[in-house]
């Protein structure tokens, strides 16, 4: 079915046309439907769900998501399964990208008997658990305490349960996935499943966020009547759930015995801090090419005129869909279905978006907080408008308005829209990047023209303050760790580079022989 655009826009050309199976889009929210000046009014949060998918720092530092994305994993990619049998998975389970996350789940613990409980896996906390972080032989151990007769002598523990970590690896192409970001694995009442219990399993259950396996279960329900083979989602490390192992798309590499709590090789004094070393090693994505995102083919609650408040008025920065209507979370549900279709993803290429966000995030998150910091100068404010502006300016003919606009769409210069999805998602770029743009533009005649700003007065620091608060991005909470790249550094940051503020990084010198810089103090030697 032939669909047309409404998009009455200026900034889009001719070359704006309707696609065959692609969601319509409305300039405005006369209806349920994804339109532009929701997408603007969302800007910045669908901006910052670009820049976080797939990343665990700001997937958990926006940990509400509200975005899906089809995904692939490629051929021969090993996932692995924490478990308590030796025997390969059949039916429906978890899998974990890391290995360290499924060795959480694959600990021996003490068995309860024919028909003891479920073992545990990425998704569903350590074995007796609910709760991913925790270590499962310091809950194991509880249990056993709390259950333990008084009369300790008599008591004859039951016997040890052993524990298994099995490695698969994908023997084909898994192309028909569900990525749901966010915090998407984190139980919580907090809205990290509203996506998952309000829109994929229409309102079931909710408000429980414990009963994993049976989330799961209902998920691949709905996968099944999607054409969907998995989910994959994110708690302290990325997981998949797929729905059936057996189908041709996995193959079973081993199953290796975990050591017994009583042998030397199951200390593990450190595992903890191990595992938050291998989430760190995950903050800024899954490497080599694990898992792609479809970016063209997002479906996101912040394209559509849905009430996101939270009802809890003491977190007012963290989405919710409990407010939403009915009607409204049908549309998105319905749309997503229609984007998860088979003709709709092989109807288009994807336009790596992520990488748009990357360009606009590194061009200017370091710079900005180093204009508001509180040791930053007039001068030295004045000196970085200059170079973040001079670019767009011409000047044999100042128009400030052709330069706003020039700032505005440079990094989106590049990019052809082509689904429904790259113009509500180019649209919303659009609008954070004109916010930056006309921000610095403003600061550059604060501090040209030494009059006070309408809105300012004679402080360019201020609309910058303003700025930071407007786009909110994740790398603020990041620190820089400084090493020496030539021709700056000392040698303290090369032996021992370290994070350090803006202010600590100017000036640092010496390690570079024949470099800038004083020389390497008496004694000191390379």
Known sequence: MLL???????CFSASSLALQGQVPL???GGNNGPNIASTRENGPRIFNALHSAARQWGSSLKHNGMSFFPARIPANTALYHGTHTSEPVKGMEWLAFEIEHAEMFARSKFGRGPG???PGGPGRGPPNSEHAGLSSDAISSKEDENNQPSNSRSYAPPPMQAAYLHTYRTSRELSRLLYIDGMSAG???MGTLDSQDIVLRNGSEATEFHGETQRAKELCALGVEWGIEGFVRMEAGFELILCNFTDGGLDFVSALQRPGNDQPEAYDELSQFEFMRGLAARYQGITAGRLSLDYSS??????????????DESRPELPRLESSEDKGIARLRSDLRHVLSV????SHETIDWQGVVDMIVTRYTDRLQFIVSEHTTRKEVQSEMNFLLTHFVDYKDTDITAAKKTCTTHYLNSVVPRTAQDHLIYEAIRAVSQEICNTLFEVREIILRQEDSASFGNNPKAPVEQLISYLDWTTWLECVCSLAIWPWGSAEDHYN???????????????WVGGPGPPLPPGHHH
């Open 343 to 346: 003709e709709s993803l092989e």
């Open 187 to 189: 139980k919580t009442t």
């Open 4 to 10: 047309r655009y409404i998009l009455a826009l200026s």
């Open 497 to 511: 580079p370290s994070c350090m503020s803006t202010n600590e990084t100017a000036g640092r010198r010496g390690y």
């Open 116 to 118: 003891g409980g479920r």
């Open 298 to 311: 997002m479906v996101s609650a912040f394209f559509y005129p849905l009430n996101l408040t939270n009802p």
């Open 26 to 28: 409305s300039p405005a």
